[in-house]
């Protein structure tokens, strides 16, 4: 039986694979997420949905008796709609109402918000519900919603553009010049994120603290603290925002989200408790959506590969409505200004738009922008190398930036901190034998063709506050803090705002807590996510945990480890120098005391400490941010090897490695689940998940028989390797690898599957590569 208490790893610090303290309640069944929560009187919450796209609603009924049962937005006295600003110029605002009233904008919007006794009785009263709609044309893509005469989502913006951007080093002569020129359109398809536990939020009134308590499956919960306080027109110390256990979040749980601020209404105005959790089907049809991006790039070349220029188009597919607090240009200003990616890059053109459409809003989802972005410029290298002749690797990294040029800034403007890039890459062809594969068969004894792709990546993470203002987002700052503590009885607490996902926080903040002093992991509790009782973090996302809460940790730690040896060096009558910590004690020499005589001196006898031991006692607060404001930058190259069925279209991964730097590994363990899991979720992208609207914009995937999700019999056995190249500007040299697993599967995926039909002169450009997208470019090759 798995315990961590038992964990007797020689070192529990950074670097050890400690099992996670997470594990011992969740392989148990034992976590306690807002479905588990019950209190007494507690209320059930269903939300009668659009059925149609786009609508001006002519009336909304309710029968009689049932004012507080039924609920529409007048009703909701004092709640604002959902307010996104950005600093980019140009940007549009959109008003997202908490429940619709004028216009519905997507299938799904919240119209009505019914409440009873248990879920199914809430949703038998949507029933009773009559609206009238008068329907209007739907706007379905970005190029439908960029035509002159499109029907406009927001009646005042006089086009259907969140943003329309450029970036522009210039491409100058380049264009007229270079030997080579490949054209490409790339597209990738919406999609869900589906964690396991959908969206939940449970709200109630704390009479004895006179506060709004809400319980909610969140990322963030200081920041949706701050966006509650906005739209129900409330202080922010009169509401505590509590994240019990999450089931996941990838993104998806970053948001502030109408039905969570309609529940805590609800709970401010009746003063008792209400809860709502999503369903699947909700979360399939009205849940923030993610990755729809479209492509047009023109890359120059030399005749070896060397990249001269890049020139791009970028649209993305925003949905309705802007989200807080990331607004509706996240996606886009990021995939113009990641699109380089890892490659040194002399001209640069994109133009970017972000393009209103009706369907669920855009949210942030595993890798942000730069799955989408990694798959079209790692199919761009490809379309190079087969121009010029050479194989992709070679190609791939005769671009990438190299060691020697570290630290490097690109085109763009991003510091890339460190690393091995083309090192990266040729130990993933080494591991996934491009050679010996080459020297082989093309065809398996099957019938099927046989290739292999390559991608590769940067990831940033731990933004700091000024990328996030140079994005627009002046609500979402970059820095952290953390609390530590020693307890009376010797053991250590450690406290932030961020919050643990499932990507295990819990367990590496506790590493690092220990690493700094000395305390053993079995005796140190760490409490995220309850803003009553955890100092400030902007939450669990842009894979900034463990730089900026670690690094929070890690200050806080030293300053309560100071102290600690401060009254250990005058229990064993030695220098402060003297003592270190050593084997759970803190020693001087061979004699040694316990964490307990430390909390035992300080707490209960601080009588007998001298004066000079420091009065500011055995716990901190400290906050965090890394040397540079522009993040720190993990990096990867994968390498898959995959089998084609010209029959069927169907592809089955034969072989696929991932070599990944991370910086230090705080638990390597971890790192692996992580980019494991990551990595997962993109051959979903790769292969399966789609979300496809049709001309009205009704959805086609509202279960999980249409929506695809890869499981086990799916997914290949990633074989991963790690490179350590310390960041010379964070905190025991970390970066963040929370996102990074899922960047590059979609484009190694299809430069593989492009590498096997090669000889049938079949090429593919977007995703999913499902079987129906691969039997049509076999056909269509066949014509031409
Ligand atoms: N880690 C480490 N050493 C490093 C880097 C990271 O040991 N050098 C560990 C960290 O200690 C942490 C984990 O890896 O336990 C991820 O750390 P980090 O990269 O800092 O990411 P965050 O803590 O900020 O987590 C958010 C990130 C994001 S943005 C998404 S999306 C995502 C992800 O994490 N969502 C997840 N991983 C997820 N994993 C699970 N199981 N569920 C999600 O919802
Ligand atoms: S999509 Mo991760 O929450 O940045």
């Known amino acids: 039986e798995l315990d961590v208490s038992e964990t007797t790893s020689p070192t529990e610090g950074i670097g050890a694979r400690v099992l996670r303290k997470e594990d011992a309640r969740h392989l148990r069944g034992r976590g306690q997420f807002v479905g588990d929560l019950f209190m007494a009187g507690l209320q059930e919450v269903a939300f009668l949905r659009s059925p149609v796209a786009h609508a001006r609603i002519v009336s909304r009924t309710r029968p009689a008796g049932h004012d507080h049962a039924i609920f529409f937005l007048d009703d909701l006295k004092g709640v604002l709609p959902i307010v996104t600003r950005s600093s980019i110029p140009g940007y549009k605002v959109s008003d997202y109402p908490v429940l619709a009233r004028e216009k519905v904008r997507f299938v799904g919007e919240p119209v009505a918000m019914c409440v009873s006794k248990n879920r199914a009785a809430a949703e038998d009263l949507t029933e009773l519900v009559e609206v009238d709609y008068d329907e209007l044309p739907a706007i379905v893509s970005c190029n439908g919603g960029r035509k002159a005469d499109a029907v406009q989502l927001h009646d005042s913006w006089g086009d259907n553009l969140f943003l329309e951007t450029s970036f522009d080093s210039g491409i100058g002569a380049i264009a007229a010049t270079a030997p080579v020129v490949v054209d490409l359109d790339v597209s990738c398809a919406r999609q869900t994120m589906h964690p396991l536990e959908g969206k939940g939020v449970l709200a109630f009134w704390d009479h004895r603290a006179g506060q709004l308590v809400v319980h909610t499956s969140t990322q963030v919960p200081h920041l949706i603290r701050a966006g509650l306080a906005e739209c129900l027109g409330l202080p922010q110390a009169v509401i505590r925002v509590i994240a019990p256990d999450v089931g996941g979040g990838f993104g998806y749980k970053c948001l502030l989200q109408p039905e969570e601020i309609a529940v805590a209404w609800l709970a401010t105005t009746y003063k008792t408790p209400f809860r709502w959790t999503e369903d699947r089907r909700e979360h399939l049809v009205a849940g923030a959506n993610a990755r729809q991006h479209h492509y047009k790039i023109k ?293 040694s005391v316990s964490y307990e005589d430390i909390g035992r001196a300080w707490y209960i006898r601080p009588d007998q400490l001298p004066d000079d031991v420091d009065r500011g006692g055995l716990e901190a607060t400290e906050g965090y941010k890394p040397q540079v404001d522009g993040g720190v930058f993990s990096y990867a190259s994968h390498a898959v090897r995959v089998a084609v069925d010209p029959e069927t279209g169907l592809v089955e991964i034969l072989d696929y490695v991932i070599v990944e730097d991370c910086g230090k590994m705080v638990n390597p363990m971890i790192v692996e689940g992580q980019t494991y899991g990551g990595a997962a979720q993109g051959v979903g992208t790769a292969l399966f998940e789609e979300s496809p609207y049709d001309d009205s914009g009704q959805p086609l995937a509202s279960t999980l028989l249409d929506y695809i999700l890869p499981g086990p019999v799916e997914l290949p056995k990633f074989r991963i390797a790690h490179r350590e190249t310390l960041s010379p500007y964070s905190k025991f040299g970390i970066k963040g690898v929370g996102e990074g697993g899922a960047i590059a599967p979609p484009a190694a995926i299809i430069n593989a599957i492009n590498d096997a039909l090669a000889p049938l002169n079949a090429t593919l450009r977007d995703a999913p590569m499902s079987p129906t997208r691969i039997l049509k470019a076999i056909a269509a090759a066949k014509t031409t």
Not at 408 to 417: A, G, L, R, S, V
Request: charged letters at 20%; aromatic letters at 8%.
């Open 299 to 591: 890359a120059y070349a030399d005749t070896r590969g060397k990249l001269l220029g890049l020139d791009a188009e970028v649209s993305v597919d925003t949905g309705a409505y802007s989200v807080w607090p990331f607004t509706a240009c996240l996606e886009a200003a990021q995939a113009g200004g990641n699109l380089p990616g890892p490659y040194h890059l002399t001209a640069y053109r994109a133009k970017v738009f972000s393009v209103a459409t009706n369907k669920p809003p855009f949210a942030p989802y595993r890798g942000v922008a730069r799955p989408g972005v990694c798959f079209a410029m790692e199919q761009t290298i490809d379309a190079i190398a087969k121009a010029v002749g050479r194989e992709a690797w070679e190609v791939r990294a005769e671009n990438l930036v190299a060691a020697s040029a570290m630290p490097y800034t690109n085109i763009t403007n991003k510091h890339y901190d460190s690393g091995d890039y083309p090192g990266a890459l040729l130990e993933a062809k080494e591991m996934i034998g491009l050679d010996a594969f080459r020297a082989g068969a093309r065809r398996d004894a099957l019938g099927r063709y046989l290739g292999v792709g390559f991608a590769s990546y940067t990831e940033q993470s731990a933004h700091g506050t000024k990328v996030f203002a140079a994005w627009g987002l002046p609500l979402v700052p970059g820095f952290d803090q953390a609390f530590v503590k020693l307890t009376p009885d010797g053991a250590l607490e450690v406290r932030s705002g961020i919050h643990t996902i499932g990507q295990g926080l819990e367990t590496t903040l506790a590493q690092i807590a220990g690493e700094v002093t000395g305390v053993p992991y079995k005796d140190i509790r760490v409490t995220l996510g309850d803003t009553a009782t955890t100092p400030f973090s902007t939450g669990a996302y842009a894979s900034r945990g463990i730089v900026m809460t670690g690094g929070a940790v890690a200050r806080a730690a030293e300053v309560v480890a100071l102290r600690i040896k401060a009254i250990a060096a005058h229990l064993l009558q030695v220098g402060p120098n003297a003592v270190a910590f050593k084997n759970g004690r803190i020693h001087a020499g061979e004699a």
